[in-house]
């Protein structure tokens, strides 16, 4: 027999999963009102759905745009959909700019994913870990291990998809767009991005007041 869920319960549920009303009442009553079991099963669901639209084309979405308090750090995100529907639901939209948001956050994300990590970036990181001067003494077996170790946390560093979202550290970037691609039927993908930050590149001028003042007096 199901237990009885309240309308107060399950509009809970749904306002932090994103999920249906009615797959948020199953939920609930097969895990008897736990609502941390009902968000995991969620999850699973939302994850193994969001995985069988992983592979189809999206070219429609949005180009968000995120400037951070004080005007100094600014990000351009590119985030595709399948449809210009899909594109306009706000759901969408305020996914793209969390996602910007999250970029500006992330000052040691390079790549959006492993897979967008080129070779010369590990080849080089390897071989970083490799000189550390820790790792000298021990035998070469265990000096390989240490290293592809720290090499994979370092990679997940600069992936954007690996960062836990900064709204909810308990699931990650990739795991956000799961949730979304479960929630909006379509595939999402974070095609491309640009970060600013203000006056990089730039050669900046150094002042020296006791040489510009002497400068002043010399020509008095």
Known sequence: MSIQISAEYVKELRNKTGAGMMDC??????????MELAIEALRKKGLALADKKSGRLATEGIIESYIHAGSR?????????????????SEFQRLAKDI???????????????????????????????EK????????????????????????????????FIKDTNI?????????????????KIRRFEKFLLGEGLEKKQYDLVTDVQGIIGKT
């Open 25 to 34: 009442k199953k939920a609930l009553q097969a895990n008897d009102g736990n």
């Open 73 to 89: 750090i600014g990000v351009l995100v590119e985030i595709n959909c399948e449809t210009d529907f899909v594109a306009r639901r």
């Open 100 to 130: 910007a948001m999250q970029i500006a956050a992330c000052p040691s994300v390079q790549y959006i994913s492993l897979e967008d990590i080129d070779n010369m970036f590990i080849t080089n990181e390897t071989r970083i870990e490799s």
């Open 133 to 164: 001067e820790d790792l000298i003494s021990k035998p070469e077996s265990i000096r390989e291990r240490i290293v592809a170790g720290r090499v994979e946390k370092r990679l997940k560093e600069v992936s954007l998809i690996n960062q836990p």
């Open 172 to 188: 990650s970037v990739e795991e956000l767009l799961k949730q979304h691609i479960a929630l909006l039927g379509e595939n999402i």
